[in-house]
T-cell receptor, first 110, second 112 residues
Framework: RKEVEQDPGPFNVPEGATVAFNCTYSNSASQSFFWYRQDCRKEPKLLMSVYSSGNEDGRFTAQLNRASQYISLLIRDSKLSDSATYLCVARSGGYQKVTFGTGTKLQVIP | NAGVMQNPRHLVRRRGQEARLRCSPMKGHSHVYWYRQLPEEGLKFMVYLQKENIIDESGMPKERFSAEFPKEGPSILRIQQVVRGDSAAYFC??????????FGDGTRLSIL
């Protein structure tokens, strides 16, 4: 079983739609969580950190469920520019091992 | 305030040559990570270094690959006797403290 698992997609959604991605992690020692986005042939860029109480940044909402060991990303009012691969990241304590999921591909269509 | 700097952006080598990839972390960052990404695939962790120390190299192939992060200068990922299968994008990321990682633009390695 992978340490961080994501549905690879692709998720094809129309502009303006709301879309949600889930990500599960297996290491219960994971303490910090992040969402990155990666455009084709570019470097991953930090989208947002994920806090236990949930957090929102504009059209993006991230949530963490420690009991079930999953995090989610909700995108409201999708834009064409949201088309990318979204990477879920879990980081453990100690020397802070960082594990990336393989990503969920989102395609927003006009 | 420069971000993570990787060079070269593109590197072409013939089979059997050596490839050296450089990564200068963000100012003040002492933790460096290297990842490899094949086309249409996810990021694969290779190695995690802190100044002068290798913390985790569980993702590094056992042969031909090595990494260092000296006290002065950039981190270097070195691939000896390259083969076609080494063709990939190699990304470096750095962080400091509990902050998230920030990535460089990557080096695209092509093996002829």
């Amino acid at each position: 079983r992978k340490e961080v698992e994501q549905d690879p997609g692709p998720f094809n959604v129309p502009e303006g739609a709301t879309v949600a991605f889930n990500c599960t992690y297996s290491n219960s020692a994971s303490q910090s969580f992040f969402w990155y986005r990666q455009d084709c042939r570019k470097e991953p860029k930090l989208l947002m950190s994920v806090y236990s109480s949930g957090n929102e940044d504009g059209r993006f909402t991230a949530q963490l469920n420690r009991a079930s060991q999953y995090i989610s990303l909700l995108i409201r009012d999708s834009k064409l520019s949201d088309s990318a691969t979204y990477l879920c990241v879990a980081r453990s304590g100690g020397y802070q091992k960082v594990t990336f999921g393989t990503g969920t591909k989102l395609q927003v269509i006009p | 305030n420069a971000g993570v700097m990787q060079n070269p952006r593109h590197l072409v080598r013939r089979r059997g040559q050596e490839a050296r990839l450089r990564c200068s972390p963000m100012k003040g960052h002492s933790h460096v990570y290297w990842y490899r990404q094949l086309p249409e695939e996810g990021l694969k962790f290779m190695v995690y270094l802190q100044k002068e120390n290798i913390i985790d190299e569980s993702g590094m192939p056992k042969e031909r690959f090595s990494a260092e992060f000296p006290k002065e200068g950039p981190s270097i990922l070195r691939i000896q006797q390259v083969v076609r299968g080494d063709s990939a994008a190699y990304f470096c990321a750095s962080r400091q403290g509990n902050q998230p990682q920030h990535f460089g633009d990557g080096t695209r390695l092509s093996i002829l």
